[in-house]
């Protein structure tokens, strides 16, 4: 007999108990296979949440409604932008804020866990919707404890990707200690669970199960009964269920190699992808130099051991929102330890609002400007996309992001140099200021918000990550995923995370300056892109590898040389700046 633990998600369901349940059991049993008797357990979590909805009192609704901007305002592509979605579904909002937000209230539930799982002594574990986060939240902490768990763990429809709950776990979703981790994932999950679970490790896999049926496309029957769980994880289930050495049966069924023996087997990979953009569709926003940018940027990566094979280029009308993310996504998503990526943009930068139609949270996001760029959110790459690809990165790959643009400032000509920045038409301009009725005047709108207390660091390096008014998401530092230092700091300790990833970036300049073009006889170059290109060439065959901290100090030495007016930045983990480039002895 065969023991399942059920964690239902959002929507009062204990009191529902019957139906709800009778619908988990059957498809469980239609759809898994086993030819072993079954038995449930369904845990009721219901209670506490209305403890925790009395504790909090009139923090509750005030709780909603801040989750609710989170969740919106991270949301990739503002894919819910429409009016009225919110107030249609705020009500889901309750008991996951309650999650985030109540200590006391995940203290209880983690109890709870810890006496099911050793009274009832589950083979496995199925949690939909809120219940997957109540199920990770206990278990990572006891991954972290050194305690491992021998059954099989399934979820469905899970929240746990979106930023505004990995800021809950340390900014990271890690790999648990049970026998296998199953996730399904939908697509066209419009609970805020349409992003995959990306997680390397030998106990877990992803099965797509695409459904439409429904307005939210979030029921966990769908799930459950999909074909693509019939065929490819219930299978997986039963035999690592009936068999303690079925793990690598069931990982050829996945169609898998375990990481441990991928490692032994596999070789480290390099990608680069290189853009450039000048013909953009508005004559008045052309630039000169950027697409001799990517072949002088692959000329040097070629003479430091590069295969051509290895380079992709995508060049003015190639280079659309559409064409962007798709490449990103080659480059990145097999990425793992020891391989190298490297990203280069040459073109136009901005900011542009990053607000919901319902719930407005007053910030920005940084941009790249590609060539279908019209100051929307679905023709823009901002940092809340680019995350979802670097975030979850494993710390042993080696990501470089190079930025030849500027992202603040407007677009101007004079003495034959021109800027790489985008003056902001009338609409978006007034989203940064404000009435003074007093002065009678406009001024800018500037706000305390609680990214200023992500670092503990001076004025200057906050603005570095968040910009000079604080509340601008700037590109690479994955800003969606940090919350405030102590938390954050404690988050960490109890996951056992080290905070999401972040690549090593290479800036053209600082946020309120402007990255120039320069004229090298006839040919035009952005001046960053020649300097720093000029400067690995001239330590090419060095037998001392140069650093990032020590390319970006001459880069910048060579700008000042050259009179150009913008210093250069160098963001990143500590560890990874201060390290030699990692193709730098190759040459």
């Not at 349940?21 to 059957?26: C, L, V």
């Not at 926003?285 to 051991?305: A, H, K, M, P, T």
């Not at 918000?449 to 601008?472: I, M, S």
Request: with cysteine; hydrophobic share 35%.
């Amino acid at each position: 007999m065969k023991k399942v633990l059920c964690i239902h998600g959002i929507g009062g369901k204990d009191a529902t108990m019957s139906k709800w349940s009778k619908d988990w059991e059957k498809t469980i049993r239609e759809s898994s296979g086993f030819e072993e008797e079954l038995t449930f357990h369904f845990l009721k979590i219901d209670l506490l949440f209305e403890e925790s909805k009395e504790r909090m009192g009139i923090q509750y609704g005030k709780a909603i409604v801040e989750f609710l901007k989170s969740w919106i305002s991270t949301e990739t592509q503002e894919r819910e932008k429409v009016r009225g979605f919110l107030d249609g579904i705020s009500w889901y909002a309750g008991m996951p804020a309650q999650f985030a937000t109540d200590a006391l209230l995940r203290t209880q539930l983690r109890n709870l866990m810890a006496e099911v799982i050793d009274q009832f002594a589950p083979d496995i574990i199925y949690c939909n919707s809120l219940g997957t986060l109540i199920a990770y939240d206990y278990l990572r902490m006891q991954s972290v404890a050194g305690r491992s768990f021998n059954f099989i763990l399934i979820t469905s429809g899970s929240q746990i990707m979106h930023p505004s709950m990995r800021q809950q776990f340390g900014g990271v979703i890690l790999p648990l200690k049970v026998k296998y981790w199953i996730n399904l994932h939908n697509e066209h999950d419009r609970m805020f669970a349409n992003r995959p679970i990306t997680i390397s490790a030998d106990n877990f896999a992803s099965v797509e199960t695409p459904f439409h049926k429904s307005f939210i496309n979030h029921e966990a029957t769908e799930y459950l009964g999909h074909e693509n769980t019939i065929n490819q994880a219930w299978p997986v289930v039963v035999r690592l269920s009936t068999s303690a050495s079925a793990r690598s049966f069931a990982n050829k069924a996945m169609g898998i190699k375990t990481i441990k023996s991928a490692a032994k087997d596999r070789k480290p990979t390099r990608k680069a992808l290189l853009i450039g953009i000048n013909e953009y569709p508005d004559e008045a926003n052309r630039l000169e130099g950027c697409v001799n940018d990517v072949f002088r940027i692959s000329e040097v990566l070629q003479e430091y051991g590069f295969s051509p094979d290895e380079i992709r280029v995508a060049l003015d009308d190639h280079a659309t929102a559409k064409g962007i993310r798709s490449r990103l996504k080659w480059l990145l998503e097999d990425a793992k330890e020891g391989d190298l990526r490297f990203f280069f943009y040459s073109g136009h930068g901005a900011q542009i609002p990053a607000s919901h139609a319902d719930y407005e949270l007053d910030e920005n996001d940084e941009c790249l400007v590609p060539y279908d760029f019209d100051w929307t959110i679905e023709h823009a790459y901002t940092d809340k996309e680019f995350l979802e690809l670097y975030s979850q990165l494993s710390l042993g790959v080696n990501f470089i992001s190079v930025f030849d643009c500027c992202h603040s400032g407007g677009i101007t000509r004079g003495n034959g140099t021109r800027i790489k920045g985008l003056t902001p038409p009338d609409d978006i301009r007034h989203r940064d200021i404000k009435w003074n009725e007093k002065r009678q005047m406009w001024i800018p709108r500037t706000l305390e918000l609680d990214k200023r207390k992500l670092f503990k660091a001076d004025a200057k390096e906050k603005e570095v990550f968040t910009g000079t008014n604080g509340k601008t998401n700037r590109l690479g530092r994955a800003i969606p995923l940090w919350t405030d230092v102590k938390d954050f700091e404690k988050a960490k300790k109890e996951y056992g995370a080290t905070g999401p990833f972040m690549p090593v970036i290479l800036e053209a300049c600082g946020e309120s300056e402007s990255a120039y073009e320069y004229r090298h006889g006839v040919a035009s170059f952005g001046a960053f892109t020649y300097s720093l290109t000029t400067i690995l060439r001239e330590k090419r065959g060095n037998k001392k590898p140069i650093t990032f901290e020590n390319l970006m100090k001459e880069t910048s030495k060579r700008l000042v040389e050259l009179e150009y007016d913008q210093k250069p930045v160098l963001v990143g983990p500590k560890v990874r700046t201060g390290a030699v480039v990692p193709f730098s002895g190759n040459g």
